[in-house]
């Protein structure tokens, strides 16, 4: 019954570069038929509300994320905003 909130507040101790992203899913259907995967570090404004957030734990990309995310929601995708699926040429 703890009610951790990741990156909430507190927790201003991250310098190491070796930390990875936490990674949260929305269990609300945002487009049609997709959960998307958020990193929870996001300040873009994508994040949604904390009630509705299913933590994923930390992974090393967003691919990573997404996957584990599929296991709870088959159609979960990626934000695009900050969780893209979609490598920069
Ligand atoms: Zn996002």
């Given at each position: 019954?703890?009610?951790?909130?990741?990156?909430a507040s507190g927790d201003a101790a991250w310098s190491g570069?070796?930390?990875?992203?936490?990674?949260c899913v929305n269990r609300n259907v945002d487009h049609p038929g997709d959960h998307?995967?958020?990193?929870?570090d996001s300040t873009l404004g994508c994040l949604p509300a904390p009630a509705n957030r299913l933590n994923l734990g930390q992974h090393a990309s967003s691919v990573?994320?997404?996957?584990a995310a599929q296991?709870?929601?088959p159609?979960?995708?990626?934000?695009?905003?900050?969780?893209s699926l979609v490598t920069a040429p």
């Amino acid at each position: 019954m703890s009610k951790h909130v990741y990156g909430a507040s507190g927790d201003a101790a991250w310098s190491g570069k070796d930390a990875m992203p936490n990674y949260c899913v929305n269990r609300n259907v945002d487009h049609p038929g997709d959960h998307e995967v958020h990193d929870l570090d996001s300040t873009l404004g994508c994040l949604p509300a904390p009630a509705n957030r299913l933590n994923l734990g930390q992974h090393a990309s967003s691919v990573e994320a997404v996957a584990a995310a599929q296991v709870h929601f088959p159609t979960a995708n990626g934000c695009r905003w900050c969780a893209s699926l979609v490598t920069a040429p």
